[in-house]
């Protein structure tokens, strides 16, 4: 199926409801964004600020929503007050989100919502992404996942229709180590150390990961740093009190080599980054097709003339599969109908 013909689809979906959407600016949001604005009745974008954000954040936003058409309503929350969010622990992101989520749906029921939508995508189900669960849990319709829509179509989509986004939104307590409690000065000394490097070397998207107090930098453009902006980058980030400087030149993770395709056995492997709640899982997959439980750990599904083996590790069979194409068009159909465990 095209991204025309799937953008079709959620814009038939969401057509002449009243919406509110989960608003960062980033692409998958103004993407919706834009699509709400053309087939839904007064919708509203509902951005949190929640002092996590980049330097610019809410401005950005701001700005693109204004682009967009759509009115945009701000509300400001303070995790801080949060003991068990300053901890940092594995539920970090499941906890925020809920959260926020929880002042989304304060402000859509004030304005008389009837559909909350967020950006999430397809693609985002092969990372490991608890807050994903609270999108669940919460019935947020999720248009971008249920097409089947990933990254790469969201941005094919946004460039071939002049769609303006941020390309800075990602959670800045994301750079720092589970287990290391969370500060303001800690998440300020990351924003600061990004804002820095990106003016240096005119780069979009930054990340400093604190890692054990080294600053570990990934960026996007590694081979314009020349000795100086080396030089600048280094002494700059110790007056930080950083330890060592360090660029992490390792390539993203690409999606499509996640699947495993045995073109002798007409077999696909995927082994995704999470564990799998098998109870939770079983009871959506029956809506997709008819499940058979192996053992308490792994189940099998059967739809479409395939047979799918789903394990509580994160492995994932595909049986009778002609080729990759087929294979990761039926792990897409899938994926929505898991629920990992955090």
């Given amino acids: 199926m095209s991204i025309e013909d799937k953008i079709n689809r959620v814009k038939r979906e969401l057509r002449d409801k009243r919406v509110a959407i989960a608003f960062s600016g980033g692409a998958d949001s103004s993407l919706l964004s834009s699509l709400i604005v053309e087939v839904c009745r007064d919708p509203i974008a509902i951005t949190i600020d929640n002092g996590l954000m980049p330097t610019g954040f809410i401005e950005n936003s701001k700005k693109i929503a204004h682009k967009i058409g759509i009115s945009q309503k701000i509300v400001k929350i303070d995790l801080f007050n949060v003991d068990e969010f300053r901890e940092n622990k594995g539920n970090r992101c499941y906890l925020c989100r809920q959260i926020m989520y929880d002042k989304i749906k304060e402000v859509a029921h004030d304005e008389s919502i009837d559909i909350i939508v967020d950006g999430n995508n397809i693609s985002d189900l092969f990372d490991d992404r608890p807050g994903i669960l609270i999108t669940y849990k919460n019935n947020f319709l999720t248009p971008l996942i249920n ?41 300020k000394r990351i924003d600061y150390s990004e804002e820095f490097v990106k003016n240096i070397n005119n780069d979009e998207i930054i990340k400093i990961r ?43 993770t690409n999606k499509n080599k996640m699947i495993n395709f045995k073109s002798e056995q007409n077999i696909s492997e995927t082994k995704l980054p999470y564990t799998i709640n098998i109870s939770k899982s079983n009871e959506k997959l029956k809506e997709l097709g008819k499940i058979k439980t192996l053992n308490n750990n792994t189940i099998s599904l059967s739809f479409n003339n395939k047979n799918v083996i789903i394990s509580e590790k994160g492995k994932i ?12 068009e039926t792990l897409i159909r899938i994926l929505p109908f898991i629920r990992r465990n955090i």
């Fill in 147 to 187: 097409e089947g829509i990933s990254s790469e179509e969201v941005k094919k989509y946004l460039k071939e229709n002049n769609i303006e986004y941020n390309k800075s939104t990602t959670c800045l307590a994301t750079r720092i180590k589970t287990n290391i409690p969370l500060s303001h000065e800690n998440i």
């Fill in 210 to 252: 604190d890692n054990n107090n080294n600053a570990e930098i990934e960026i996007e453009k590694p081979y314009e740093l020349d000795e100086n902006k080396i030089n600048l980058i280094s002494n700059k980030l110790k007056t930080l009190k950083f330890n060592n400087i360090l660029l992490n030149i390792t390539p993203k």
């Fill in 317 to 328: 069979i595909i049986e009778n599969v002609k080729d990759f194409t087929e294979s990761k």
